[in-house]
């Protein structure tokens, strides 16, 4: 019996990663992000009655997948870009959190029979966690800028967290009847914080110490597999986030990987951790699509019509909420980083707030929080409205990740967004300064080598000129340099300069002139240079 059931185990996660490649592939083919796609295509899978149904086990996302998703997302998350707009990062993790949990408690209070503002402070916390995956792959597509899909980036990483902590209040308040008093929820608040950000130093802070001394590729990636899940634990020991500890240390070690890495875990890493994230970010959400049959076959007390538009009804209220905010937060985070930090940022327009505001898409944490919901009280009634409310979290996966999510294209061009042009700028520059910096260095060298060294350099300068020249011009991207035959010297040399070129742009990036993507993109490239020359 248990080798049968480890078989049909087996046989269904292999249907679900086919049909992950085979929907995203499909999704590639028409130009949209592929989580649309995997989600619609998991609701219309669960239509068919005679399939398998797959529940969604909370535990496993949020110990199995959410841990290597946020650190990940920190690990490339830029330091200069997310410290640059914490501000307005804050006002979404934590400011619109609490608007939402008000607004939606108000709200449903109001529109929804049955729901007083307790229910609606819990369903308020299950869906102000935003998902900024589609969001995010779509602005950059269409070239959105650059600081927009920064702050949106940073929200969906810390507003885990606050959300979470909010659904932890409002379920106590439901499940015992109490609520906690404000200087006791403020120290849990610091405690949850404090907490969490310690650790996830802490955690950064040992795993960079031990990388340090571990040059063996798979090793090294290895323990950045295992990193999320060590930070993940230590702080939920302590009864600390979780969440806000991998998140800042994937920030740290993202900031440090410079240092730690090795050529090959670099190379190899960037390989194993994308397809990683693709694979986890796939099959949840196929499998958020497939829960709605379970869903529905929880609610007997609704008929369809009412549950359509009361589910309408709610999905319009949580947008609503989302871009009554966006506009006076805005305003605030403006105040503060001019007036209070003085940071001199421009003013941002009407237009991009807007895109804020229609960019707050929900996913698998939402849906995971909904069903992770007890079931009983503690006076052992059953948890009320606990299928509606799972109903209610789905219908708003669905208005915010496939309505909106297929609009906002057509929404940024309407306003006209769909520009770039300050980071390839912001590229050129850099780039332009570490070859200069490196011609330069030849320039000197020339002057005082041999006579039969001469031609190296000569050969050497021309090249790096070359690339100068194509990078001023703004032609296409660098890509890694042709395998050409040198002698011992030459290609000593040519380590030397590589090494050159890495520390000056990790100089620009310690000195805020680049940011920590562009970094590893230069490093990527260097990498691969390197790789190519390396004995085999």
């Not at 049909?8 to 992000?33: D, N, W």
Request: charged share 15%; aromatic share 8%.
């Amino acid at each position: 019996m248990q080798a049968a059931g480890i078989h049909h185990l087996e046989l269904t996660l292999l249907f679900l990663v086919l049909l992950v490649a085979g929907l995203t592939t499909l999704a590639q083919r028409f130009k949209i992000p592929y989580p649309i796609v995997l989600f619609m295509g998991g609701v219309v899978l669960s239509l068919f009655r005679h399939l398998p149904q797959i529940a969604l086990n909370p535990d496993v996302v949020f110990l199995v997948v959410l841990p290597p998703l946020l650190f990940i997302g920190g690990f490339n998350t830029s330091w200069r870009d997310f410290h640059k707009n914490i501000v307005s990062i804050l006002m979404l993790a934590f400011g619109l959190v609490g608007f939402t949990v008000l607004g939606v408690a108000v709200g449903t209070a109001w529109l929804i029979p049955g729901f007083d503002y307790r229910l609606g402070a819990v369903l308020g916390a299950v869906v102000s966690t935003t998902d900024a995956i589609a969001a995010t792959a779509i602005a950059k597509r269409l070239g959105l800028p650059r600081r927009i899909v920064d702050v949106l980036e940073g929200e969906s990483l810390v507003n885990d967290a606050s959300g979470l902590l909010a659904l932890q209040f409002s379920v106590a308040l439901v499940v015992a009847g109490t609520r906690p008093g404000p200087g006791l929820a403020m120290l849990e608040l610091l405690w949850l914080v404090a907490g969490g950000i310690a650790i996830g130093l802490f955690a950064g802070l040992v795993i960079h110490k031990v990388s340090l001394d571990i040059t063996d590729s798979p090793v090294e990636i290895t323990l950045s597999l295992a990193t999320p899940y060590m930070a993940y634990l230590a702080a939920e020991g302590i009864h600390a986030s979780g969440v806000l500890a991998t998140v800042v240390c994937g920030l740290y070690l993202g900031r440090k990987s410079s240092e730690t890495l090795s050529i090959n875990a670099r190379i190899d890493g960037t390989a194993v951790w994308k397809t990683l994230e693709f694979g986890l970010n796939g099959l949840v959400f196929i499998l958020m699509g497939l829960q709605l049959r379970l869903i529905l076959s929880g609610i007997h007390d609704r008929s369809v019509s009412q549950l359509i538009r009361y589910g309408i009804t709610f999905a319009i209220l949580v947008v609503a909420l989302r871009i009554i905010w966006v506009y006076p937060g805005a305003a605030i985070a403006y105040w503060i980083r001019n007036d209070v930090l003085h940071q001199g940022q421009p003013r941002p327009t009407g237009k991009q707030i807007f895109i804020v505001g229609w960019t707050g898409m929900r996913g698998v944490l939402a849906l995971a929080a909904a069903i992770s919901l007890p079931t009983v009280l503690e006076n052992g009634a059953p948890f009320p409205q606990r299928n509606f409310i799972i109903f209610l979290t789905f219908c708003v996966i669905f208005g915010t990740l496939v309505l909106q999510g297929l609009t906002l294209p057509a929404v940024i061009r309407k306003l006209g967004l769909a520009v770039g042009g300050e980071q390839n700028m912001e590229e050129q520059q850099a780039r332009l300064l570490i070859l200069n910096t490196v011609l330069d260095y030849l320039r000197d060298l020339s002057r005082q080598a041999k006579t039969d060294h001469k031609e190296i350099y000569e050969d050497m300068i021309r090249h790096y000129q070359a690339r100068a020249t194509l990078v001023e011009g703004g032609g296409e991207e660098m890509k890694p340099e042709r395998e050409i035959a040198l002698a011992r010297y030459e290609r000593n040399l040519s380590q030397e300069l590589r090494a050159l070129e890495r520390s000056t742009a990790v100089m620009l990036r310690n000195e805020d002139k680049i940011n920590d993507e562009m970094l590893r993109t230069i490093e990527r490239e260097l990498d691969l240079s390197e790789a190519r020359f390396q004995d085999t």
